[in-house]
């Protein structure tokens, strides 16, 4: 992952850390988000994310 020294800028341990808390949070992988990204084209963050912080 290039952007993996973010995630350690942002309080996760590793990437499998982030991983968890994503899924945790909006109920899919950071991959599946992506692809759904991919599809949906306009759709620039997962639902909700504009209300919720991504905690530890």
Known sequence: ???TWRLYEFG???ERQFQRA???R???SPAQW???CRHARG???PQGYAERSLTL
Do not use: C, K, L, N
Request: hydrophobic share 50%; proline share 0%; glycine share 6%.
């Open 22 to 24: 994503f899924r945790a």
């Open 1 to 3: 992952m290039q952007h």
């Open 26 to 28: 909006y109920g899919i």
């Open 34 to 36: 992506r692809r759904q």
């Open 43 to 45: 759709m620039a963050v």
């Open 12 to 14: 996760f341990a590793s």
